[in-house]
T-cell receptor, first 114, second 112 residues
Framework: EAGVVQSPRYKIIEKKQPVAFWCNPI?????LYWYRQNLGQGPELLIR????????DSQLPKDRFSAERLKGVDSTLKIQPAELGDSAVYLC????????????FGPGTRLTVT | QQQVKQSPQSLIVQKGGIPIINCAYE??????FPWYQQFPGKGPALLIA?????SEKKEGRFTISFNKSAKQFSLHIMDSQPGDSATYFC???????????FGAGTQVVVTP
């Protein structure tokens, strides 16, 4: 079974530029999460999707961050414009069904904003 | 507000030793406590998890001890190997809440 796929793996951009990250969850997993992991810290949730509906986006900085999950499968997380403080690893995770505890993470996208 | 506090920040043990990582939580509604292992450049991988109705769970060389009254849980790595060198994160969640609340992580180094 293929795991969670994320791309790109690394991204370097200048501040004020836009950037987008893509995630393909494990096949059949309806719940999808985006987390941000700052250096030396644990992941922190940005947004959770149940199918195509964003059910928890309370931690998403909506002035510059946006996300979508069209058709309830792939998801894209966008930052526009990026700031220096956005440098982090952006992780995508999925679970097989709503209410399931186990979350399976992708390898992440390491973003560096210069 | 840090809902899950993890210690120590780093740990060095010799091969065969037993690194122990501790976590404490405040929210009594938490009912799921997983441990994740993360290697550099990789995403966190689910290692082992426990529910509050048991006090201990073993999977291979990894053991979780859980103390509900103290609101604490810990990870023991038995017979540690250099390949166990990684960062370990404890976490907590509740059914329906959806998100995992992670600790800050413990970098474990196992020397040959």
């Amino acid at each position: 079974e293929a795991g969670v796929v994320q791309s790109p793996r690394y991204k370097i951009i200048e501040k004020k530029q836009p950037v987008a990250f893509w995630c393909n969850p494990i096949s059949g997993h309806n719940t999808l999460y985006w987390y941000r992991q700052n250096l030396g810290q644990g992941p922190e949730l940005l947004i959770r999707y149940e199918n195509e509906e964003a059910v928890d986006d309370s931690q998403l900085p909506k002035d510059r961050f946006s996300a979508e999950r069209l058709k309830g499968v792939d998801s894209t997380l966008k930052i526009q414009p990026a700031e220096l403080g956005d440098s982090a690893v952006y992780l995508c995770a999925s679970t097989p069904r709503q209410g399931a505890y186990e979350q399976y993470f992708g390898p992440g996208t390491r973003l560096t904003v210069t | 507000q840090q809902q899950v506090k993890q210690s120590p920040q780093s740990l060095i043990v010799q091969k065969g030793g037993i690194p122990i990582i501790n976590c404490a939580y405040e929210n009594t509604a938490f009912d799921y406590f997983p441990w994740y292992q993360q290697f550099p450049g990789k995403g966190p991988a689910l290692l082992i998890a426990i529910r509050p109705d048991v006090s201990e769970k073993k999977e291979g060389r990894f053991t979780i001890s859980f103390n509900k009254s103290a609101k604490q849980f810990s990870l023991h790595i038995m017979d540690s190997q250099p390949g166990d060198s990684a960062t370990y994160f404890c976490a907590a969640s509740t059914r329906g809440w959806g998100k995992l609340q992670f600790g800050a992580g413990t970098q474990v180094v196992v020397t040959p």
